[in-house]
C-alpha cells in the first residue's frame, strides 16, 4: 500500500513570492492534514479536511495561506504571498474517521530567501 | 488543553543498548501515538497505542492510561533507530505533541 505522498520535497523561493506542495493521501483515508515543523519542534496542525470539507482551520494564518481538497482526495497547500518566516517543513498527514491515527508524508522542505 | 511531557530529551547510547523513553500527559486520551522522526526528517508511524502493551520487533510500548503515562522500549539498538522520539495525544481531532526525545546511537 503506498503512504501519503507529497511534492515537491524541496523547495527554495524568494520572499514576496508564492509557492505551492500537493499531497495525496493514503488510498480510502478522508481525514487529511497539513501540519507545519520548525527545527527542533513538533508538528503544529495547519488544516483538517473531512472529504472535502475543511473541518477546523483555526490556525491557518488565512492572509497569506490557502488550501483547497476540491475532490476529497489530493490537497494542494498555497502560500502567497511568502514570508522568511514561513520557512520550514510542511507535513501531510491522513486517516480515517473515527480512527484517531494519522499516517505522515516526507514532507516539503521550504526555504525562503 | 492537554499538556504532553517527554523525557529525557536527550540521550545518547552505544550500538546494542536498551532505553526506555518516556511520555506523560495530563489528561485522559483517545488516541496516543509513537512516532520516530528520522534524519531525513520523515516521521514514521510505531504505535497507536491509547491503552495497553505492544510489540514490534525490538521495539514495544506500553500506556497506562489511568495514570497517564506511555513508555518506548527500544532493545539491542542499532544505529538506524537515531532520531527524534515523538508522542502525541489527540485532543479535539488534533495531535498535541510533546518536544520529543533525541536519540543518538553510536556504533
Known amino acids: 500500500e503506498a503512504g501519503v505522498v507529497q511534492s515537491p520535497r524541496y523547495k527554495i523561493i524568494e520572499k514576496k513570492q508564492p509557492v505551492a506542495f500537493w499531497c495525496n493521501p493514503i488510498?480510502?483515508?478522508?481525514?487529511l492534514y497539513w501540519y507545519l515543523q520548525n527545527l527542533g519542534q513538533g508538528p503544529e496542525l495547519l488544516i483538517r479536511?473531512?472529504?472535502?470539507?475543511?473541518?477546523?482551520d483555526s490556525q491557518l494564518p488565512k492572509d497569506r495561506f490557502s488550501a483547497e481538497r476540491l475532490k476529497g482526495v489530493d490537497s494542494t497547500l498555497k502560500i502567497q504571498p511568502a514570508e522568511l518566516g514561513d520557512s520550514a517543513v510542511y507535513l501531510c498527514a491522513s486517516g480515517t474517521s473515527g480512527n484517531y491515527e494519522q499516517y505522515f508524508g516526507p514532507g516539503t522542505r521550504l526555504t525562503v530567501t | 488543553g492537554i499538556q504532553v511531557e517527554q523525557s529525557p530529551p536527550d540521550l545518547i547510547l552505544q550500538e546494542g543498548a536498551n532505553s526506555t523513553l518516556r511520555c506523560n500527559f495530563s489528561d485522559s486520551v483517545n488516541n496516543l501515538q509513537w512516532f520516530h522522526q528520522n534524519p531525513w526528517g520523515q516521521l514514521i508511524n510505531l504505535f497507536y497505542i491509547p491503552s495497553g502493551t505492544k510489540q514490534n520487533g525490538r521495539l514495544s510500548a506500553t500506556t497506562v492510561a489511568t495514570e497517564r503515562y506511555s513508555l518506548l522500549y527500544i532493545s539491542s539498538s542499532q544505529t538506524t533507530d537515531s532520531g527524534v522520539y515523538f508522542c502525541?495525544?489527540?485532543?479535539?481531532?488534533?495531535?498535541?505533541w510533546g518536544a520529543g526525545t533525541k536519540l543518538i546511537i553510536k556504533p
Open positions: 488510498s480510502g483515508h478522508n481525514t
Open positions: 479536511y473531512e472529504n472535502e470539507e475543511a473541518v477546523d
Open positions: 502525541a495525544v489527540e485532543e479535539n481531532y488534533q495531535l498535541i
